[in-house]
């Protein structure tokens, strides 16, 4: 193989360098690092260099020293173990994936016209519902989805604005080619790691950061809390902002401390909420003051129990009719679920194009919907070539990865699309890219995905930056977190570096 | 204006943080004293056990596992390790209310005396063991007071810190001076080991020289204007504290403000004569009843106010 020894060329003048220890091998899927004849790419020669240039030692030492300051900031989630919890990190690698200014542009321009699409998709949809008077997707598809919320029919949104933070997942294929996977337009997370990891990764490689130019992200919390306050522009121009939370808890929980901080605002728990007169108010040492808007980590289902889900002990009672009432703002606003439904995402190039008429910057990738007969043979013939998933599920749970499954696997699962096809997709296996990443010691190919993050309020800003999350096994192509994905940071460019 | 939620917090952090300051020093007192094999030495251990409500100060005779026991057992609520997890408990509650340097200190104390197998740490250096908490417990504070605004937060905070030392320095001057089951401290070794708990030694002997006297140990620390640790110095402090909270809360008919100005009178109008004739046991069980009186209308206060008096009209 070629690579071998293109980058043992490179660095044969370095003592010991760590690539050539063995080589950094990168499989058939899209290296970010190295082209297919094994040449470095042009943006990560500066930090290729670097890592040439330190021992498999000290990138070790780097790497504990990265973990234990994730550690002690309590960057954690817990494990409930038989004795005691313990506390874990979020896995983190030490390297940073970059990616160059041209690409990234063309990511944002993609990123913000999908956005404003799908906020006028569910404008209309709890609204005339044109679209689906047009039959540009079918009835039953939108209104029967189960995050469809009939109660959000004719209710004022300001500036038509539904989801205001959005994590979008995009994934490289084999090509270089990058296509949205999946949009998260209800509570999506990750934003607080985007930004802890660019702390460290300063801290890490401070002088390849430097000379790299690379564009900032700690504007992050500033722009969230405009955003939010834009959302009461027309009638209030310094609205209490809260950020409601389901609790310590909560896996995301130090999320939404760390956005509650560097915003300034006060982080809530339902309990802390009280509802009167169709007005929202916090229980504070001086009694109780007016709340304006409210960013809520907690899903459409728990916020509120005389509307939603009647268990449950995490929302405020009363709060949506508040909402209704126009008195407070919730942020997302409840609902947004179903414009990420993963069958209404087969029909966001049509969204777009309906809408904007402009053709969708960012491809998606081919779905196959197990609702319509004929998709769904064509999918159970090729169950050994397919991804397929659950349409309400998320977090890599209620998923089949066919190639990767043993027969049996694929039969059970084969059962179940026969039973009930309308909950399913499929879509084609791909090779996600690869990422050098430091296992054990050694700088090995590990698949990685992006998340970005997109506010929308008045207007759509795209930080420059992303969570760039790592299947951690080797092979694996599954990165949620829940299923021992780690991550890493993202450095995006602000120049094309010289050639 | 604060989350009534996060003001009970900050509260709770100040109250855990000092109460696992002070049962800390107990122990390293106590294992410190009793490398004299004498009486004394017992006495001291049945002091500091009986200052944190053990029953059975028998024990005394057994320090070193007492004093791990006060460390680190994890059954008993009142123990070093215990309150450190509660106090980083509430801190990871009101994460976005304090600093980074303050939730880091703590943080880390925490994760040194939890994941980092304690027991080895203790068996292999008690003495040092417990000096590194008390000293990263300083730490802490001074982060608190360094880098937090001393405003509404800080003030729950200190507010939580100086009604649990008066509370626990009242209990332990109780425990020496007017328990019916200890003996009255006498013996100048264990006096010192007293004043030794209550962190007083150098600046007792800076007032009263070396002339280590149960009186003038009871006037220090019940009386002394200028001495943290005395409770005339913390009732002021809470008095102080509430004052200020009340003003920025509009709670100035609060009966915590009320129960604190009282208590605090008390102590600076007290007849020193009369309460060293008669013994100091009335006083101190005051001091301890109307501070748990004080606790519970702070709460009522800030925290679990009835609504309907604060609905809008």
């Known amino acids: 193989m070629s690579s071998n020894d293109t980058v043992a060329r490179d660095t044969a003048a370095e003592e010991a360098p760590p690539l050539t220890q063995p080589a950094y091998l990168p499989g058939v899927a899209f290296d970010e690092m190295i082209d297919r004849d094994g ?33 002690l900031q309590g960057i954690t989630f817990t494990v409930y173990g038989a004795e005691s919890a313990t506390e874990r990190i979020i896995p983190t690698d030490l390297f940073p994936r970059i990616i160059p200014a041209r690409e990234w542009a063309k990511i944002e321009a993609g990123l913000s016209q999908r ?24 009835r039953a598809l939108v209104l029967g989805a189960p995050s469809y919320r009939r109660e959000m029919h004719h209710l004022y949104v300001p500036h038509n604005t539904y989801a205001n933070v959005c994590g979008s997942d995009l994934i490289r294929g084999e090509d270089g080619e990058f296509f949205v996977l999946e949009d998260n337009l209800r509570v999506p997370s990750g934003v ?8 460290a990764s300063r801290r890490t490689f401070p002088g390849t950061f430097r000379q790299a130019g690379v564009r900032p992200v700690e504007r992050y919390p500033d722009l969230l809390l405009s955003t939010l306050k834009s959302m009461t522009s027309e009638w209030r121009a310094d609205p209490q902002v809260v950020v409601l939370t389901p609790g310590v808890y909560n896996s995301a929980y130090y999320e939404h401390a760390y956005l509650a901080r560097l915003m300034g605002v006060p982080l809530v728990e339902g309990r802390d909420l009280v509802v009167h007169d169709n007005r929202v108010f916090m229980r504070t040492t001086s009694g109780l003051r007016r709340v304006d808007v409210i960013y809520r980590r907690v899903d459409d289902d728990f916020i509120d129990p005389l509307t939603f889900r009647r268990d449950s002990a995490l929302g405020v009672a009363g709060l949506f009719n508040a909402y209704r009432a126009g008195n407070v703002v919730i942020c997302n606003a409840p609902g947004t679920g179903v414009a990420d439904d993963k069958a209404v995402y087969a029909y966001v190039p049509d969204i777009i194009r309906y809408y904007l008429a402009e053709d969708a910057i960012l491809p998606n990738v081919d ?108 092979g694996s192509l599954v990165v949620n977190s829940s299923q021992g994905g780690g991550s890493k940071d993202t450095w995006v460019l602000a120049e094309e570096p010289r050639a | 204006m604060m989350l009534a939620r996060v003001a009970d917090s900050l509260y709770w952090i100040g109250r855990y943080i000092e109460r696992a300051e002070h049962v800390s020093r107990l122990a390293a007192v106590m294992l410190n004293a009793t490398l004299d094999r004498t009486l004394e030495a017992a006495q001291t251990g049945r002091i500091a056990l009986a200052a944190v409500g053990e029953v ?28 450190l997890a509660r106090a980083r408990e509430n801190a990871r509650q009101v994460r976005d209310q304090i600093t980074s ?58 507010l939580g810190v100086h009604l649990e ?70 009732t002021a402090r809470i008095q102080d504290l509430l004052d200020q909270l009340a003003r920025r809360t509009g709670g100035e008919r609060s009966d915590a403000l009320r129960l604190a100005g009282r208590l605090d009178a008390r102590l600076k109008y007290a007849d020193v004569e009369e309460v060293e004739s008669t013994g100091a046991g009335a006083l101190l069980a005051a001091v301890s009843a109307e501070c748990a009186a004080i606790h519970e209308a702070i709460y009522e206060t800030f925290v679990a106010y009835p609504l309907e008096l604060s609905l809008p009209a």
């Open chain 1, 115 to 138: 956005l404003r699409a799908l906020n006028m998709f569910l404008a209309d949809i709890y609204g005339d519902q044109k679209i689906l008077m047009d039959g540009v997707l079918p």
């Open chain 2, 56 to 83: 059975d100060t028998d024990r005394g005779d057994q320090t070193y596992e007492a004093a791990r026991d006060l460390a680190l057992d994890r059954e008993d609520s009142g123990s070093v390790v215990v309150c």
């Open chain 1, 192 to 199: 607080s790691y985007m930004l802890a990891n660019r702390d």
């Open chain 1, 367 to 474: 779905t196959f919907l197990c609702r319509e007969p004929a998709q769904l043979s064509h999918v159970l013939a090729n169950l050994d070539k397919l991804v397929v998933k659950a349409v309400g599920a998320s977090g890599g749970y209620g998923m089949l990865v066919g190639p990767h499954a043993s027969q049996a696997e694929r039969e059970a699962f084969a059962e179940q699309l026969r039973a009930d096809p309308d909950n399913f997709i499929a879509q084609p296996t791909i090779q996600l890219s690869t990422a050098p990443c430091l296992v054990d010691g050694r700088i090995e190919p590990r698949h990685v995905d992006l998340r970005p993050f997109i506010l929308s309020g008045e207007k759509v800003v795209v930080t420059p930056g992303a969570l760039t999350r790592v299947a951690l096994k080797r």
């Open chain 2, 101 to 158: 340097e303050t939730w880091e200190r703590l943080n880390m104390l925490y994760l040194r005396v939890v994941s980092h197998s304690p027991d080895e740490a203790f068996e292999e250096d008690p003495a040092g063991f417990l000096n590194e908490i008390i000293a990263d417990l300083h730490l802490f504070k001074g982060a608190v007071d360094a880098t937090l605004s001393h405003g509404e937060g800080w003030r729950f905070l200190a």
């Open chain 2, 165 to 234: 030392r008066a509370q626990l320095i009242a209990r332990l001057l109780e425990a020496c001076f007017s328990d019916r089951k200890t003996p009255t401290v006498t013996e100048p070794m264990a006096l010192m080991s007293l004043l030794r708990m209550a962190c007083a030694l150098e600046p007792y002997l800076r007032v009263y020289t070396a002339d280590i006297d149960p009186k003038y140990i009871l006037e220090f620390l019940l009386f002394d204007e200028d001495f943290p640790r005395s409770i005339r110095f913390c």
């Open chain 1, 39 to 71: 040449a470095v790419r042009p943006h990560y020669e500066v930090l290729q260099d670097r890592i040439a240039s330190l021992g498999a030692e000290e990138l070790e030492e780097r790497q504990s020293t990265l973990e234990r300051s994730f550690l």
